[in-house]
């Protein structure tokens, strides 16, 4: 059963899932040591290659930033309608979204068009997870996230682990298309390549990269209409979920530590970069048994720790589970059921579910 449960909260976060940046002085200041060195001495004439060299990629980066923070604002805040494919362990799915922004906020419709029919529902306070299948509805808090990679705001801190680039342009889905890459710098996170349009900087394709630059999934819209309007009834889901179960996710307003306090669990072994940015205690059990959930990021990239108290040995996940990009290992700990979820390569879940241990004296993580 738990492995049942895996494999959902697996195709829950990949629906979710399936990116502004701030300019910086770095170029002015390459220029600035460039002029220096050739009016202080003549001999570091053939330095100006290399240097020239140098600035032209921080140019590269700078305008690489630009249109990733212009794609993450179009992703946000224009109205669009899109039918879009998703490839993933040789499988390719269709799905079509709906996005509307306004004065209250975002609101998302996720629906499958292959396979068992699935839909999701966002806004800015909750998403709808459902799934005819299984014939269940799962309700939680909104983080609002996207079926496409989310990049920050501010990119600044992620050149420590990942180097940005502008590849050049291209041609897709009939739209002219700018390639930005983003490249990790260690085997511990997936790298990214998006295609972005020219003229409204939407996202046309985007491909998920292991370390060798291999794209391990891919999503590319094969209909797109941006402005224009959406209807209400467009945003309406056609699964009612009646006669479904019903489960509900979200803190224990009941139990102060649900987001006070300290988590009762840490993780020992974190790559570097990778930061506690969110833990809660969680209601997952129609017996009232919690969940502690701690998130950890780089900026970019994302893992979920799930532990809870095992009500038996033969309900253990253990080892590792795939789905796309996102990995899932589970690990037995003290009695408890630690499940790592994250769209990081399996070494990196396994590493980090194989050193979570419960608080004391002394605790807290180390980075890799």
Known sequence: ????????????????RIVACRACCRTCALLDMISTLIIRNNCVKWLLPALLAVA??????????????????????????????????????????????????????????????????RDDRVVTCIMADS???????????????????????????????????????????????????????YGYRFWIDASNYMLLKSDLTDVDGKAIEQ???TRLNVG????????????TGDGYNWSRQGADSQNPAARTGKPGWAVKRLPAG?????????????????????????GLATMSVYV??????????????????MNAFGAVVEGYQVTVVGEVPPATVQMVASSVESTGPGSGPDHD
């Open 228 to 239: 224009g309007g959406i209807p209400v009834a467009a945003l309406q889901p056609s699964l």
């Open 56 to 121: 032209g990629q921080a140019f590269a980066q700078d305008d690489a930033r630009r249109w990733l923070g212009e794609m993450s604002s179009a992703l946000r805040s224009l109205d669009y309608d899109g039918t879009f494919v998703y490839l993933h362990d040789g499988k390719l799915e269709a799905m079509r979204i709906v996005h509307q922004a306004g004065e209250y906020g975002e609101m998302e419709r996720l629906v499958s068009l292959t396979g068992s029919p699935r839909e999701v529902l």
């Open 308 to 325: 809870e108290k095992l009500q038996s040995d033969d309900d253990a996940f253990q080892g590792l589970s795939s789905m796309g990009a």
């Open 219 to 221: 999503v590319m819209f």
């Open 1 to 16: 059963m738990r492995r049942v449960w895996m494999y959902t909260l697996l195709i829950i976060m990949s629906m979710q």
């Open 274 to 298: 990778f930061e506690l940015t969110d833990f809660q205690h969680k209601r997952m059990r129609k017996d009232g048994a919690s969940v502690e959930h701690l998130v950890f990021s780089d």
């Open 135 to 189: 014939k269940s509805v799962m309700v939680g808090q909104s983080h609002t996230r996207q079926p496409f990679p989310v990049v920050p705001g501010d990119l600044d801190g992620l050149s420590h682990y990942y180097q940005l680039q502008e590849v050049g342009d291209d041609r897709m889905a009939g739209y002219l298309s700018r390639v930005i890459s983003i490249t990790p710098k260690d085997k511990f996170r």
